[in-house]
């Protein structure tokens, strides 16, 4: 009974100290990461809707990662019949269109810079690396604690009036939502529903929207993820299209 007492007291303490008063900026930036670098492979189906002056577009794509760079996604159309294909394999970037000329023609090229983590950037629109870059660039981040796990970061944007927020559950290692400014657009976005799949928790259901200042028009885009499958194991040959 005596080690049961000692060994729930050491909890206690414990939990006190990661989750209390003892909380950093750093250790949920940290906490992110280590969510995200779990992330082997993945592979799902994404419903994008996109809202804009009065109209709305869905897209669905099939998507397939493998850490640390390579991707592929198929961009199906309303009537089940898939439109475009993207990929990379590390060292090569390929596409195919159905669209006009491009129809059954692969074009290969150089894969641009930043294809790390492929998934968050689908979610999020930035990589992680950015997000923080851009959250830290004003002085003194204010931390806030919002609930038993979730905690804000909140800085105020240089030579402006703004700020740039980021609310983070450190328990699931997840960026809940945003509000950032960069390079005159304003960024949000928030995690209406996610999931644990084994060691990894994801978000399933974003709602983001993008405006520019001073420009009354606005982007909506709600991601739903569906028949996701973490840590399953991909072949590198499904990062070919033929």
Request: glycine letters at 6%.
């Amino acid at each position: 009974m005596k080690k049961v007492i000692i060994g729930m007291i050491i909890l206690i303490a414990y939990a006190g100290m990661i989750y209390g008063e003892e909380m950093t900026v750093e250790k949920l930036i940290n906490r992110v990461k280590q969510n995200v670098n779990r992330i082997n492979d993945l592979r799902g189906n994404v419903e994008i809707t996109y809202k804009i002056v009065g109209k709305e577009l869905k897209q669905t794509m099939e998507i397939w990662y493998k850490k640390p760079n390579k991707f592929k996604l198929i961009a199906i159309s309303s009537t089940g019949v898939p439109t475009m294909s993207s990929a990379s394999d590390g060292l090569n970037a390929y596409d195919k269109s159905k669209i006009l000329y491009y129809e059954d023609k692969i074009r290969k090229y150089k894969p641009c810079k930043g294809n790390d983590y492929f998934p968050f950037k689908v979610n999020y629109y930035f990589d992680y690396d950015t997000m923080f870059e851009i959250i830290l660039k004003g002085s003194n981040p204010l931390l806030t604690k919002i609930s038993d796990f979730e905690y804000k970061i909140e800085t105020q944007v240089v030579e402006t009036n703004k700020k740039n927020e980021v609310w983070i559950d450190y328990e699931k290692g997840l960026i809940m939502g945003y509000n950032i400014l960069f390079k005159n657009r304003r960024y949000r976005s928030e995690i209406k529903e996610s999931v644990r799949y084994g060691v990894v928790n994801f978000p399933v259901n974003i709602k983001n929207e993008t405006f520019n200042v001073g420009i009354d028009i606005n982007l909506r885009t709600e991601i739903l993820w569906k028949d996701v499958r973490i840590n399953g194991g991909i072949k590198d040959k499904e990062f070919i299209i033929e």
